[in-house]
Structure formats: structure tokens, C-alpha cells
Nanobody, 119 residues
Framework: QVQLVESGGGLVQAGGSLRLSCVAS????????MGWYRQAPGKQRELVAL???????TYAESVKGRFTISRDNAKNTVYLQMNSLKPEDTGVYYC?????????????WGQGTQVTVSS
């Protein structure tokens, strides 16, 4: 069973920075995509940043220029560097990985890590 374990969340003032980490139990080379999603209270889960195996990345408009997703393949870890944080960035951040197994695309989620940005 593939496991994704996030860490790095916490409480930070507006304008501050945090770095989230997601460690996978499998080599992240195998994943078609790895990404970060977030869910604010009362809202749907939304994509924040996506890293595709080809090397390309994509970001939500609201975080462009502030957040950076990166991979450390040797450590099977995906990071989300978050700078210039705003109160509206508050939420539970989830790591996501999509892994092709045969003709199926399996999706895996971490348990989530809370990020709270105070004004």
C-alpha cells in the first residue's frame, strides 16, 4: 500500500513562509503526477500545485509567484515552498500522488497538514 506522509504545517503570520514536505513510501519516479491540494473550512478541496513526471509544473492562480513545488527524487519527497503567505492560504494541505498500475491510474492521499496564517 502506497503511503504519503505530510509534515511542515503550522501557524505563521501573514507575509511569512512555510515549507511542506510529503514523503512517499514508493519511488516518486513512478508517479505520473504529485501535487498539493488544500481545503479551507466550508470549501471544496482545490488544487494548489502539481508536478508532472515530464518535469512541468502548474499552479493555482492564487498562489502563482508565491508557492513553488519541487521534488527530491533521492529522498522520495515532494516539497511545497510557500512564501508571502496570506490569511486566505489557511487550510488543510494534502499531498496527492497518481500512480499508473497497468491500465489503471491509482490515486493516493496523505493525511493532511494544517496551515494557519494569521493576519
Amino acid at each position: 500500500q502506497v503511503q504519503l506522509v505530510e509534515s511542515g504545517g503550522g501557524l505563521v503570520q501573514a507575509g511569512g513562509s512555510l515549507r511542506l514536505s510529503c514523503v512517499a513510501s514508493e519511488s516518486i519516479f513512478r508517479f505520473s503526477t504529485m501535487g498539493w491540494y488544500r481545503q479551507a473550512p466550508g470549501k471544496q478541496r482545490e488544487l494548489v500545485a502539481l508536478s508532472i513526471s515530464s518535469g512541468s509544473t502548474t499552479y493555482a492562480e492564487s498562489v502563482k509567484g508565491r508557492f513553488t513545488i519541487s521534488r527530491d527524487n533521492a529522498k522520495n519527497t515532494v516539497y511545497l515552498q510557500m512564501n508571502s503567505l496570506k490569511p486566505e492560504d489557511t487550510g488543510v494541505y494534502y499531498c496527492n500522488g497518481r500512480l499508473r498500475v497497468g491500465v489503471s491510474m491509482n490515486e493516493y492521499w496523505g493525511q493532511g497538514t494544517q496551515v494557519t496564517v494569521s493576519s
